[in-house]
């Protein structure tokens, strides 16, 4: 079976990380908690539909063929969630402009490693990573679906996965870590 490309690989990682970026502008910590608690509760209810109306716009707009490919439903449950879980405030530190629609950076920095971690169980409990990854690796037909789950099921466990999806753009050493990790993947599923 011939080897994906490192290529192929890393565009998935780059657009998932993309996709990630627009969702993980939205906590703040230097809000005061309020009754609630939530930094939704703080904002005005415009300003949170506006925040989700962004953060969704850019999991389902996107062109490249490579990206996480996120439902209307998936990337409403992400923006959500996201908006939920870091605060308009966060968002906006992270770029995120509401009059324009931009969304905001999810790259790590200035995103946290906590920011990071949350927002990946976000992206899986909205959208399961693993199915998503697994029918990525099976498109081109050289992997079934169950060794495209297999190989799936392996990568995303490495953490590189989640690794890929909030660091650098470009990244040589995650890159080689990554066609290692996805090359003994495969040839353990195959």
Same mark, same amino acid.
């Given at each position: 079976?011939?080897?994906?490309?490192?290529?192929c690989?890393?565009?998935?990682?780059?657009a998932?990380?993309?996709?990630?970026?627009?969702?993980?502008? *939205?906590?703040?910590?230097?809000?005061?908690?309020?009754?609630?608690?939530?930094?939704?509760d703080r904002?005005?209810?415009?300003?949170?539909?506006?925040?989700?109306? &962004?953060?969704?716009?850019?999991?389902?707009?996107?062109?490249?063929?490579?990206?996480?490919?996120? &439902?209307?439903?998936?990337?409403? *449950?992400?923006?959500?969630?996201?908006?939920?879980?870091?605060?308009?405030?966060?968002l906006?530190?992270?770029?995120?402009?509401?009059?324009?629609?931009?969304?905001?950076?999810?790259?790590?920095?200035?995103? &946290?490693?906590?920011?990071?971690?949350?927002?990946?169980?976000?992206?899986?409990?909205?959208?399961?990573?693993?199915?998503?990854?697994?029918?990525?690796?099976?498109?081109?037909?050289?992997?079934?679906?169950?060794?495209?789950? *297999?190989?799936?099921?392996?990568?995303?466990?490495?953490?590189?996965?989640?690794?890929?999806?909030?660091?650098?753009?470009?990244?040589?050493?995650?890159?080689?870590?990554?066609?290692?990790?996805?090359?003994?993947? &495969?040839?353990? *599923?195959?």
């Open positions: 079976m011939p080897r994906r490309t490192g290529t690989r890393r565009s998935l990682a780059i998932l990380t993309l996709a990630a970026v627009s969702l993980a502008a *939205c906590s703040s910590s230097d809000e005061t908690p309020s009754s609630s608690g939530s930094p939704k904002e005005p209810p415009g300003d949170q539909e506006s925040a989700v109306k &962004t953060v969704k716009q850019d999991l389902v707009e996107n062109d490249d063929p490579n990206a996480l490919i996120f &439902t209307d439903s998936e990337a409403g *449950c992400a923006a959500g969630a996201t908006v939920e879980a870091l605060g308009i405030t966060r906006r530190e992270l770029g995120m402009n509401l009059e324009s629609g931009t969304a905001p950076t999810r790259t790590e920095p200035p995103l &946290t490693n906590t920011e990071a971690d949350e927002l990946y169980a976000i992206y899986d409990r909205c959208a399961d990573l693993e199915s998503k990854v697994a029918t990525f690796f099976s498109a081109d037909g050289q992997l079934s679906p169950s060794q495209a789950g *297999c190989v799936a099921d392996r990568y995303l466990s490495t953490g590189l996965f989640r690794r890929s999806l909030f660091g650098e753009d470009f990244d040589p050493a995650l890159n080689d870590e990554i066609d290692r990790t996805l090359a003994a993947a &495969t040839a353990a *599923c195959t």
